[in-house]
């Protein structure tokens, strides 16, 4: 079942009820709260789908890769560079994001999936602020004056199209690619025997290997197929900001969030991200209206990451679950204090 | 055509920088090497110790030196109670341990950052000093700039001292006994948690003084950090995890690496071509380019 199995258990009425009220509100969004509410909307959505798609090389599959996020701003300058540099339309640039960051995933994967842990992290992590500095460098992404996409009613699939490429368009865009996202990791992950495989890796390489799993072969589909999912929101991303930057699209704070998202809401389970994903990104979003200041959410979810870690490992859906209760908290506390007998 | 007098002076700015960055990459490898916990948060230690300068020195007579000694007590006595909260979640029965222990100090390193961001607004600020002015210049071989030189002294006395502690007394044996296997050390009746500790604040301690010598350096900014972060990472990556002598050749490496390219091929370029030397080694030579450190998993 899903990771909050329990808590949708004790809702009432028929489970299905609750998908159906919140499809119907989901696609009824833009037109019930207006534009500010979409595109708050549409920001929750696309860093959800972030979330995941780092939760599936992070949480599934072990590897923390500190570098996803130059994935996010591949996607976006392949896009970029398409409709700029080559006058093709959007969905050329959508496909052309996709084959570059597979491409570019398999091969990073080759070399780099043979680290582990803390290694693989900074490897991943040197490797995307190389691609950002070279971005910054090279002409075809723009240098540091970035790129600026063009958004008439042709450049969608060449033709003009009868409808306006407006917010409500990506509102929509970024719910099916969202959706989607749920809908491939849903099944890959939590139904079918690849994400068993996935998991036992993660668990214990040597006992996986031993039982036959070719792991080299499955970490490179796990991290190719992540890094794709990165680049496909980087790619719709950049048409709908229209101006991209390496210092935006590119910078680490792309993958920090993602990592930080995955981690609240709970690694390795399907929900954890929605959750951990809506929780950081309204922080963000909402923090100077909340909070009276644009960047006080940055401390705050310093000491939200340092306060899970040290309580409840599982992240938000630990506690839904009810792994981690008040018995656990306090046993944690107990251990804590111990370790300070400093004299 | 090479000029010699540039090339000189190029090597001398190298080997300064080299200096302070050692600083860093010590306490980092130590770190690692006794608490196994790759700390995201070094490069934030070093920005809090530059902004500690910035804010302390006005209250000392506009003199960043004089508040070395308050930022190696505060950070002394910080990083010993950060400690216990990495130990916390690297052991015990939670699942991937060392990766919490990554992830814990990326929110560490998040909380600083956003910290004085939020504090002190996104502006640089100058850390004053009226004692580390001006360079002193030889015939044949080029200035050394002041504070350059106090800071590479300041960096190379720092290791000697900390290496004489480790190397040569009984708590530095402890540390070493600690970092060789921790639950032998504590069935030794080494108390780990204080050793630890100790390990951990001297690191911090360090770290954040070589902050405000680089704040006099350069300047103080809330997002100097990651720069940091990523010269600590690449000096132990070159020196092999763990393995504090490789620090000393790494920080010379990365020094004079650091202002070659500034000079000869571009400014932009430097950290692209950290990185791609970081890279590098990681997938030739993961045991450092002398291959003594260890392997992590």
Redesign the interface.
């Known amino acids: 079942m899903t990771g909050t199995a329990p808590v949708i258990d004790r809702l009432p009425g028929d489970r299905r009820y609750w998908f159906l009220a919140l499809g119907v509100l989901l696609l009824a969004w833009p037109f019930l709260f207006g534009s500010f509410w979409a595109r708050i909307g549409l920001g929750a959505l696309m860093w959800i789908g972030l979330a995941q798609s780092w939760n599936m090389i992070g949480g599934y599959a ?1 590897y ?1 890769d500190f570098g996803h996020g130059a994935y996010f701003g591949i996607g976006g300058f392949a896009a970029g560079i398409a409709m700029v540099q080559f006058g093709y339309p959007f969905v050329v640039g959508f496909v052309l994001a996709i084959v570059v960051a597979a491409v570019l995933a398999y091969l990073v994967a080759v ?2 999936l ?6 693989f ?3 991943t ?3 995307a ?2 691609i950002k ?2 971005a ?2 090279l002409e075809i992404t723009g240098g540091t004056f970035g790129l600026s996409l063009p958004r008439s009613p042709d450049t969608f699939i060449g033709i003009a199209v009868p409808f306006a490429i407006s917010e409500t368009f990506f509102y929509y865009a970024m719910l099916l690619l969202c959706t989607a996202t749920m809908l491939v990791t849903y099944y890959l992950f939590e139904r079918h025997e690849f994400g068993y495989r996935v998991k036992a890796l993660r ?1 214990d390489q040597d006992a996986a290997e031993s039982l036959g799993i070719d792991t080299t072969r499955v970490k490179r589909q796990v991290y190719v197929l992540s890094c794709v999912v990165a680049a496909v929101f980087g790619s719709v991303y950049a048409w709908y900001i229209v101006f991209i930057h390496p210092n935006d699209v590119l910078a ?1 704070i792309v993958t ?1 969030r993602m ?2 998202m995955a ?1 609240l809401g709970g690694l390795g389970t399907l929900t954890g991200p929605i959750f951990g994903g809506l929780l950081v990104f309204l922080l963000q979003r909402l923090s100077s209206v909340f909070l009276g ?1 644009s ?12 306060v ?3 309580f409840a ?1 599982s992240g938000i859906i630990g506690i839904l679950r009810g792994e981690v209760g008040r018995d656990d908290v306090r046993k ?1 506390l107990k ?2 204090g111990e ?5 | 055509m090479v000029d010699i007098g540039l090339f000189t002076q190029i090597v001398i700015n190298g080997l300064l920088l080299g200096g302070i960055y050692v600083t860093i990459g010590v306490g980092f490898s130590l770190a690692f090497g006794v608490l196994e916990v790759v700390d995201f948060a070094v490069g934030e230690y070093v920005m809090v110790g530059a902004f500690m300068g910035a804010v302390l020195a006005p209250l000392f007579g506009a003199e960043g030196v004089f508040v070395i000694p308050i930022v190696l007590v505060v950070f002394f006595a910080v990083g010993a109670l950060i400690q216990p909260l990495i130990h916390h979640v690297t052991t015990g029965d939670r699942p991937h341990p060392l990766l919490m222990g990554l992830v814990f100090t990326f929110g560490l390193a998040t909380f600083l950052r956003g910290g004085v961001l939020t504090v002190f607004g996104p502006n640089s600020q100058d850390v004053p000093s009226s004692l580390l002015t001006g360079g002193i210049a030889v015939p044949g071989l080029g200035t050394f700039p002041v504070v350059r030189t106090v800071t590479a002294v300041f960096g190379v006395s720092g290791l000697v001292v900390f290496m004489y502690y480790l190397y040569r007394t009984r708590g530095g044996m402890a540390i070493r006994a600690i970092a060789e296997d921790r639950t032998n050390a504590r069935l030794m009746g080494i108390n780990i948690n204080r050793y630890q500790s100790i390990a951990y604040g001297a690191y911090a301690a360090l770290t954040g003084s070589a902050g405000v010598f680089i704040g006099m350096t350069f300047n103080a900014s809330p997002g100097m950090g990651l720069q940091y972060t990523a010269f600590a990472f690449f000096m132990v990556v070159l020196a092999g995890m763990g393995y504090l002598p490789g620090v000393i050749i790494a920080g010379i490496v990365l020094g004079l690496t650091q202002s070659f390219t500034a000079v000869y091929i571009s400014g932009n370029a430097v950290l692209l071509v950290l990185f791609a030397i970081i890279y590098v080694v990681l997938l030739v030579s993961p045991a450092g380019i002398l291959g003594k450190g260890e392997w992590a998993t």
Do not use: C, H
Not at chain 1, 114 to 119: F, H
Not at chain 1, 339 to 343: A, E, G, N, R, V
């Open positions: 072990g923390l070399p780099t043979r680290l582990t842990g803390a290694y992290a900074i490897a992590w040197a490797l602020e190389s500095q070279a910054l460098i668990d680490p920090d990592v930080i981690l200041s960047t006080f959410y940055l401390p705050l979810i310093g000491v939200l990451i340092m899970t870690v040290l490992p944690n251990e804590l370790k300070f007998d400093l004299l």
